[in-house]
């Protein structure tokens, strides 16, 4: 084992030891009286037999997935956690690290593999939402200050109807309509200014100053120009994704070498054939990279702008209104909406240019 394997398979050992010895709960009460939790600590401490003898890594993966169930199936039991159950909490969350580690060292084949590829950042966040339940609830922490994610997950499933409307005007109006703008008008601009040297020193340093414009200052004024609906909200998000879509294709179309211009030119090929067939697939990497900068930064931009002014549907609206009935569930439920639909969108666009730039050695090596 290697010496972070030695220390997680410590940690879940004594951790489970001092889950036994220490009482589960604040009144007292000993882990045993839970006996789902108490097979997990025994299973936890027998665990440490692997200096001894070899142990499998799936026996640290069910291992890690019994402590999860049971400690959190063990909470209405003990209602306010103690040590112990802190101490039993670490010791699977050891388990689960412990599982991963071993599993990624069985080789380059397995690490490629896509069922590994997907399950350990899955595994990771399921680990998350576990550890964030098994606090808030074990702890006694309001829910108005931060809610489980069970109530989270009941929220999301009463209030579809909701949620759909906020998703429908905030992303598949305002979002995508914005990026398409922000980002095409910045590509062509790009392509001017890579033409003419006057536009390069005109509009640049204009793309400069609309960058360092605060997006709380602005919102107000386009909200009042374009009006309350998901036009202006629009607007915000071309403002938000022009400049980095415009830096990122200037800086792409210089990045074809001197050398491959110059046989180019032996090619007599005029400018347009140069740009399509050379300056623009070697700019491909630096186009996608902003693309995917956008892909979070609309979203961003969308919702913000909701805050200043908006018909009654959409997510910055839902968020502001909830939270001052303090309904901290459906907050949480459009955070979490909103974070699925940026990191699909984020993931989408990575596809694209998968893709496209197929041939570049950064997608290879990936």
């Known amino acids: 084992m290697t010496r972070i394997q030695s220390v997680l398979a410590v940690l879940l050992g ?46 640290d993966g069910l291992i890690s997935v019994l402590g999860a169930v049971t400690l959190l199936a063990a909470l209405p039991e003990i209602e306010r956690a103690g040590v112990g159950y802190w101490a039993l909490l670490l010791a699977a969350w050891a388990s689960g690290w412990l599982f991963v580690e071993r599993l990624l060292e069985l080789g380059p084949t397995v690490r490629q593999n896509g069922f590994v590829r997907l399950l350990v950042p899955v595994y990771f966040g399921i ?7 098994a606090v808030v609830r074990g702890a006694g922490i309001p829910s108005v200050l931060l809610p489980p994610p069970s109530a989270i997950g009941v929220r999301l499933l009463t209030s579809g109807a909701v949620l759909w409307a906020d998703f429908q005007q905030t992303f598949l109006k305002a979002v995508l309509v914005g990026y398409a703008l922000g980002c095409g008008s910045a590509f062509l601009c790009a392509i001017a200014i890579d033409r003419s040297p006057f536009l390069q020193r005109g509009l640049l340093p204009l793309g400069n100053f609309v960058s360092a414009l605060p997006i709380i200052g602005i919102a107000p004024i386009l909200v009042m120009w374009f009006g309350f609906d998901w036009p202006s909200k629009a607007a915000v998000v071309v403002v938000m994704t022009f400049f980095p879509m415009l830096v990122n294709t200037v800086a792409g179309l210089a990045a074809s070498g001197s050398m491959e211009r110059d046989l180019m030119r032996t090619y007599a090929a005029g400018y347009w054939q ?19 900068i956008n892909s979070t ?14 018909p009654t549907v959409g997510m910055g609206f839902r968020i502001s209104t909830e939270v001052g009935r303090m309904n901290i569930d459906m907050v949480w439920a459009e955070i979490a909406v909103a974070a699925v639909a940026g990191s699909t969108f984020y993931g989408v666009v990575t596809l694209v240019e998968r893709a496209t730039t197929f041939w570049h050695p950064s997608v290879r090596r990936g």
Request: glycine residues 8%; aromatic residues 12%.
């Open 127 to 133: 680990w998350i939402l576990v550890v964030w339940e």
């Open 14 to 59: 004594v951790g489970c030891l001092a889950g036994l010895a220490l009482p589960a709960s604040s009144a007292g009460e000993s882990i045993l009286d839970v006996p789902a939790v108490a097979l997990f600590a025994v299973c936890g401490v027998a665990s440490l037999a692997r200096f001894r003898v070899a142990v499998p890594y799936w026996i």
């Open 274 to 292: 140069t740009l399509f067939k050379l300056r623009l697939p070697a700019a491909a990497p630096f186009i996608f990279n902003a693309l995917k």
């Open 297 to 310: 930064l609309a979203l961003i931009g969308a919702i913000g702008a909701e805050f200043f002014g908006t």
